[in-house]
């Protein structure tokens, strides 16, 4: 069987993009305190492949995910966050990976928003696990907010989809359906 | 546009009802007021400490050094991280705590203070 160098190339790639979003994103002060919430913008490159046609196939994006999440432990040098985002993340991916496959008429924004919602909730179950059960009541808070983070990052890719056609059809093979 | 199918406004709908009711239900959770109360400091799932806020006349300060560091203030009626050496800092950004059931928890540190009413204290006056 023959390497696709591309294929090859282009994954690391969305794994870097996904450590560079990941680090800037931790810059970023949030005026909301709840533990847990944050933007998520490094789902914008898991979004991104997930509507990716062609040769982009489930396995590879979980690749980017591992290397997205693994790499940026060894950066921040944080085993307990780790268990967080790949809690969080792996929740997340589960949900749009159904959401895309269930309902084939999805909007990008739509699948976003459950992922949000489902990284959220993946974390205060960790949270719960770690502390106590009354970190439930962020419940709602968390809710709130992976909506807002989840139609923001949606609205990137989906906005990143409609300008650069001839882009995303390069990289992605054929048989992309913009939604 | 497939943006807005039928299918997708029925989707953004029921994302504005689920977004518009976790902003109520935080807003009723964040109003629930408790009297008379007491402070519980629970770290690495262990209750250390309870403290009768209304029985508090001198602001006090203590740190838990083990495992992590969180300095809290109690003050009357009022308990608070003042200073912490995790990343996050939202045990000190949650600010004091006195009333309601939104607790002080500091993850990295598996430090958590809650706030109990005593309205048993309470009847066991009145009565």
């Known amino acids: 069987m023959r390497t696709n160098v591309r294929k090859l190339s282009l994954t690391a790639l969305f794994a870097v993009i996904a450590l560079i979003i990941f680090i800037v994103e931790a810059q970023i002060p949030l005026p909301v305190n709840a533990p847990g919430l944050k933007l998520g913008l490094a789902n914008i490159i898991i979004l991104f492949m997930l509507f990716l046609g062609g040769m982009w196939k489930t396995q590879d994006i979980f690749m980017v995910f591992l290397v997205r999440v693994l790499l940026a432990a060894l950066i921040t040098g944080n085993a307990q966050a780790l268990l967080f985002s790949f809690t969080g993340g792996l929740f997340a991916l589960l949900v749009m990976l159904s959401m895309r496959t269930a309902f084939k008429g999805a909007a990008i924004p739509v699948v976003s928003v459950a992922g949000a919602i489902a990284h959220n909730a993946g974390q205060i179950t960790v949270a719960a696990l770690i502390t106590s059960a009354g970190v439930f009541v962020y419940l709602p808070a968390l809710v709130a907010g992976g909506i807002i983070s989840g139609l923001l990052t949606g609205f990137a890719v989906y906005f990143i989809y409609k300008a650069h056609p001839k882009f995303i059809s390069y990289i992605g093979g054929m048989n992309n359906d913009i939604r | ?127």
């Open chain 2, 1 to 127: 546009m497939k943006l807005l199918s039928k299918q997708n406004i029925v989707f953004f709908c029921i994302i504005g009802v689920i977004f518009v009711v976790s902003v109520i239900v935080w807003l009723v959770v964040s109003d629930i007021q408790t009297e008379n109360t007491t402070a519980l400091v629970y770290k690495n799932g262990v209750l250390i400490e309870t403290i009768s806020l209304s029985a508090v006349e001198t602001e006090y300060e203590y740190a838990i050094n083990d495992d992590g560091v969180n300095v809290i203030l109690v003050k009357s009626g009022e308990i608070g991280v003042i200073s912490a050496d995790c990343p996050t800092q939202i045990c000190v950004n949650t600010g004091f705590i006195g009333s309601g059931v939104i607790p002080i928890i500091c993850i990295p540190n598996r430090l958590e203070i809650r706030i109990v009413g005593g309205s048993h204290e309470l009847d066991a006056v009145a009565g």
